[in-house]
């Protein structure tokens, strides 16, 4: 199984504290390095975690709020002088996408490497490779806003003894059974059902800022949970959602584990978050900076 990791490298609301910064979610798998949002002072919370800037390829915005979006300009700018050759992707709202763009350009800035800038619209795939890929799942905010979902194919594996047993050893004959294509062998059909068996991918969902909404199932859901339930009526004037909320979220979707994220500032204790998302959600966890976890 090939690692997975996600590292929390801002995990407030709004405005940073001494403990937190703002939201930025940096995820590792086979090579590959995305960021999802990148509030301010993004590049040296990467710093911090032992992660190099320069090797980011893809950033996925999800909304254009202060909170979310002051950190790229720095981060960019720091790219080009560390002389970055590789192209780098930015995902961001259709609607704001332009704005994103005026915010990095608001300084004289020509960079030294390919900066492709991709509108994200609706339910759609916007990164596909061999193993994974990522799709964008609209959200529900004052702007326009999506959640971002690494997803991890399903793979076949061959049942070796079965295999074995008939006395089946052509590498070709394993590599259409692990496509899920049948074979024919020594006038026999050997289907991918008898000789394999499916390994389902894992995901995790990135879902800030919003009101609850429905979602596609995930295994590990990183969700808005700006404030307690006593503050539901702030909650629902801001269009956030509360920790009961994001248990419920996780709940539903039948997910392995939960984790808080975008805290409001005036939150300073984990327990009292705890105590209300374990009445609904047992496994749930209040994302820490600096915090990496690896996805199993
Ligand atoms: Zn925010
Ligand atoms: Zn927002």
Same mark, same amino acid.
Request: hydrophobic letters at 40%.
């Given at each position: 199984?090939?690692?997975?990791?996600?590292?929390?490298?801002?995990? *407030?609301? *709004?405005?940073?504290?001494?403990?937190?910064?703002?939201?930025?979610?940096?995820?590792?798998?086979?090579?590959?390095?995305?960021?999802? $949002?990148?509030?301010?002072?993004?590049?040296?919370?990467?710093?911090?975690?032992?992660? *190099?800037?320069?090797? &980011?390829?893809?950033?996925?915005?999800?909304?254009?709020? =202060?909170?979310?979006?002051?950190?790229?300009? =720095?981060?960019?700018?720091?790219?080009?002088?560390?002389?970055?050759?590789?192209?780098?992707?930015?995902?961001?709202?259709?609607?704001? &996408?332009?704005?994103?763009?005026?915010?990095?350009?608001?300084?004289?800035? *020509?960079?030294?490497?390919? /900066?492709?800038?991709?509108? /994200?619209?609706?339910?759609?795939?916007?990164?596909?490779?061999?193993?994974?890929?990522?799709?964008?799942?609209?959200?529900?905010?004052?702007?326009?806003?999506?959640?971002?979902?690494?997803?991890?194919?399903?793979?076949?594996?061959?049942?070796?003894?079965?295999?074995?047993?008939? =006395?089946?050893? $052509?590498?070709?004959?394993?590599?259409?059974?692990?496509?899920?294509?049948?074979?024919?062998?020594?006038?026999?059909?050997?289907?991918?059902?008898?000789?394999?068996?499916? /390994?389902?991918?894992?995901?995790?969902?990135?879902?800030? $800022?919003?009101?609850?909404?429905?979602?596609?199932? /995930?295994?590990?859901?990183?969700?808005?949970?700006?404030?307690?339930?006593?503050?539901?009526?702030?909650?629902?004037?801001?269009?956030?959602?509360?920790?009961?909320?994001?248990?419920?979220?996780?709940?539903?979707?039948?997910?392995?584990?939960?984790?808080?994220?975008?805290?409001?500032?005036?939150?300073?204790?984990?327990?009292?978050?705890?105590?209300?998302?374990?009445?609904?959600?047992?496994?749930?966890?209040?994302?820490?900076?600096?915090?990496?976890?690896?996805?199993?």
């Amino acid at each position: 199984m090939q690692p997975l990791r996600i590292t929390f490298l801002g995990t *407030s609301g *709004s405005v940073p504290t001494k403990e937190r910064g703002l939201p930025a979610l940096y995820l590792e798998y086979e090579g590959r390095r995305f960021l999802f $949002d990148v509030g301010e002072g993004t590049q040296r919370q990467l710093l911090l975690a032992g992660k *190099s800037p320069t090797s &980011i390829d893809a950033i996925f915005i999800t909304h254009f709020h =202060g909170d979310h979006v002051f950190g790229l300009p =720095g981060l960019l700018h720091s790219m080009q002088l560390n002389d970055r050759k590789k192209p780098l992707y930015i995902f961001a709202p259709k609607s704001t &996408i332009h704005r994103i763009r005026w915010l990095v350009h608001a300084i004289p800035f *020509s960079p030294s490497f390919p /900066v492709i800038w991709k509108p /994200v619209e609706g339910n759609s795939i916007l990164w596909d490779e061999k193993l994974f890929y990522i799709e964008s799942v609209p959200l529900k905010h004052s702007t326009e806003v999506y959640g971002y979902v690494f997803r991890e194919k399903d793979r076949r594996k061959l049942k070796k003894e079965e295999l074995d047993r008939i =006395g089946v050893k $052509d590498w070709r004959i394993y590599r259409k059974l692990k496509a899920g294509e049948s074979v024919l062998w020594e006038g026999r059909e050997l289907k991918p059902e008898d000789f394999t068996y499916v /390994v389902k991918g894992r995901s995790v969902g990135y879902f800030v $800022d919003t009101v609850p909404v429905e979602l596609p199932p /995930v295994d590990y859901v990183i969700h808005d949970a700006t404030f307690l339930s006593n503050e539901e009526k702030k909650a629902r004037e801001t269009l956030h959602s509360t920790v009961r909320e994001a248990a419920e979220v996780a709940k539903k979707l039948g997910a392995k584990k939960l984790f808080l994220f975008h805290i409001s500032p005036r939150y300073r204790e984990e327990e009292e978050l705890l105590r209300e998302a374990r009445e609904v959600f047992e496994n749930v966890e209040v994302a820490k900076d600096l915090q990496t976890v690896e996805l199993l």
